[in-house]
């Protein structure tokens, strides 16, 4: 766990960490699927261009050259039709969702697990190469607001069947807060948000300098913006909060309205379909990205430092096609900074390095074949099983099981008869190839929660 | 399956074709660990150095390197400490092994399932990037032979189970090539077989030419290495093919015979636990790779263009650590290579695109919820299903699943009554969202064969 790697930024896991990461990779392949959401993968590369269409992008991208090509051609990197890392799953998605729609069927509901890249700095919990899992639901003109609210159900049950003890998905909505501000007579209602978002970093005097500045607020919509980023409830009484601060104001609140409608109707479903993990946080802005509605956070309780380990919203736009556009929504895990924690934290451990349950020991060098058709037995009904490569002695050999963690080794004497000892209890018992099995809790390497 | 990329050399899969690749590599990944291999995952980037190190690297490099920091520098790429992407995952294993050693327990089994990266031409079946499947036996200090036999047993045992119809594994050892031809008093081992692996590209005429010219070799011994390289047996018969080439030679047979002992071994114990599959190829090469005995080669019968699907041998250093060296035996499936092939000569499909076994329709906007209760229930069983996002009329809602290939469509009347249709047979019966299961065959989208 504190080994340090030879490439800042890069995490290797070793064996039974690697188990910890698959079995959370896998639980969360079962729960997408469970749902209906189709396995996919883009990839690795994209062009610049699609990386940068969508404007700024804050993320550092990674180029990728072809060495050969480079020293022919004189070191100089062109800088059209250039490739580079993807940064998250979701650009990628979008240009797949347009080169393939005539072969998707809509509203298309996909998850994607991969490696992405981001050339950031190093530091505590932050890494270059990263695995995210995205799950989206994308439409063909037009998606219900209930893909929405299927989105955090998912992802609250995908959270609670990982090792990782409490968090809570932090979800507001674009339209409650901008129609706010245009309720309140707040026109430049990006700016707003910007500066709400900000929150969190600076505190609410800069933050109210800030909408001053450069929002144009007054005191009195400086006051209330802020009022509205500090509601925060875990049921659906964040609404009455709302209406108290928009009494009396005469702006246009058809845009409030409807956020406050979608997002009443999320709280209420998460809270009752995955009780206790959703909140509404009339704080959360999610930055620059380019959300028209819901938008998620998810914060680990006990590891705030880590950040939002899962975030997402709502596109109206996800990707277009000439007139034809593809709402989506969606939300990503990071999977990997929330491994790295889970290892760090002791929060989960595998009960053993290898996958295999049974080694099956050499008696004599002759005996390899013999001892791989008992391996092949035990095989053949689910069985993981590793023969030894040497006829050391059997200590070592039980030694070589124990380091392993191998729960059982399989002895064979000269007659043929079989014995097999639990290396934990020493217990050492007759046994027959063709029918003995271990017991449920020794097949696989299991993950064991410490919380 | 004809669609065109949108960049050539890299794949992409439509749902019910990555159900296809998802098969394959879950089938791999089963077949590894029940033989006792670790799941391991190196990351993407190495140095540019430690991909060079082997010296002459006959593969295309895809340079990384940081845009922002590229733009910063004007333009110049390093030459020292570049990161390119990894383009096989042996080097980057080796790597992993050295700098792991004192966490790992030799002997040590890894299997790695990962996509790597090669900025060739892309051609026919040519992926610059392509997920290869490895596995890996390495000792520390030594390996037994034995391990060659385990890594040949497990790939047939692993490429049996997919649906890719028949396949050769032709396997050689360069200890009977070398050995030979120093018994036939050619000294530069290591021309002959360079010469010896464009038999299949010049004809044997000209690779006698190559020896004569490029090794030194009389007639008489260009003759007798062309004759070795024509043995090729399903048993272990090659061995009496081999001596009858030798009787009369003077020089020293002893590597000779341990390279005609190893593969002996080998070819009868494949041939014995998985039949059929191996074959003695004494023309086997490997070309430039660094094998120092096994070596190992695939062939699938029918799609011999498409060049080896699964190479491989032994290496007496995988890697080093000062004076301790780590020998390995591995061997690698280009999977992508073998997905594409198997999709274009539709030789399996998925029985539908989706993971969804049912689609749970909606009567009125109103029965969301009702819906998702209806849902829940089946997931709660292991059941995949899926809610309607919009009440539209039956009709819609039934082609929409029909389009998936999702055979059932649940439906919940006014009163609560549920009723449940297969859509195949059109058959509509009453159903307790509790207890109703779908047959086994329709739980999980299914791989069929056509073979």
Not at 85 to 91: E, G, M, P, Q, S
Not at 183 to 198: N, Q
Not at 425 to 445: C, H, N, R, V
Request: net charge negative; with cysteine.
């Amino acid at each position: 766990m504190a080994r340090s790697t030879s490439l800042s930024g890069f995490a290797e896991w070793l064996p039974a960490e690697r188990l910890v990461e698959l079995h959370m990779l896998d639980t969360l392949r079962e729960v997408f699927e469970r749902h209906g959401f189709s396995s996919l993968e883009s990839r690795a590369v994209e062009t610049l261009e699609t990386l940068l269409q969508k404007g700024e992008v804050d993320k550092e991208i990674y180029a990728v050259s072809r060495l050969q090509e480079e020293l022919a051609e004189d070191a100089a990197p062109k800088k059209d039709g250039r490739l580079a890392l993807r940064f998250d799953n979701t650009v990628p998605f979008a240009r797949y969702v347009v080169e393939n729609a005539g072969h998707l069927n809509f509203p298309f509901r996909r998850h994607q697990i991969q490696k992405v890249w981001r050339g950031e700095r190093p530091q505590d919990g932050r890494y270059r190469e990263f695995t995210q899992a995205d799950i989206d639901v994308v439409g063909d003109g037009e998606l219900p607001f209930r893909a929405d609210v299927e989105i955090a159900v998912v992802i609250a049950q995908a959270l609670d069947s990982m090792p990782i003890g409490e968090f809570h998905l932090r979800i507001n909505n674009r339209k409650l807060a901008q129609g706010f501000y245009t309720a309140l007579g707040l026109e430049d209602t990006t700016a707003v948000l910007r500066g709400i978002d900000k929150l969190e970093k600076i505190g609410p005097e800069r933050v109210a300098e800030d909408l001053k500045t450069t929002a144009g607020a007054t005191d009195e919509q400086a006051r209330k913006a802020l009022a509205l980023a500090q509601i925060r409830t875990e049921d659906t009484s964040f609404v009455d909060q709302v209406r108290a601060l928009t009494e009396g104001l005469t702006g246009d609140t058809a845009l409030l309205e409807e956020g406050l409608a979608e997002l009443e109707e999320l709280i209420a479903e998460v809270g009752k379909r995955v009780p206790g993990r959703a909140v509404a946080d009339l704080s959360i802005a999610r930055g620059l990205d380019y959300y028209t509605g819901t938008v998620y956070e998810t914060v680990l309780v006990g590891h705030e430092n880590l950040g939002s380990i899962c975030s997402g919203g709502r596109y109206e736009s996800l990707a277009s096609k000439g007139r034809r556009t593809f709402p989506g929504v969606g939300i990503s895990i990071g999977v990997t900074r929330l491994v790295a924690r889970v290892l760090s934290s002791e929060m989960a451990t595998a009960t053993r390095s290898v996958p295999a349950a049974v080694y099956v020991a050499l008696r004599t060098e002759e005996d390899w074949g013999a001892a791989q058709d008992v391996a092949d037995q035990l095989r053949s009904r689910g069985i993981n099983a590793e023969v030894a490569l040497k006829a050391e002695k059997f200590g070592r050999q039980i030694r070589h099981a124990d380091r392993r963690g191998i729960p059982f080794v399989w002895f064979t004497d000269e007659e043929g008869n079989h014995e097999v000892k639990d290396i934990r209890s020493g217990e050492q018992t007759a046994a027959d190839p063709a029918t003995w099995t271990p017991a449920d809790d020794d097949m696989l390497p299991r993950i064991v929660e410490s919380v």
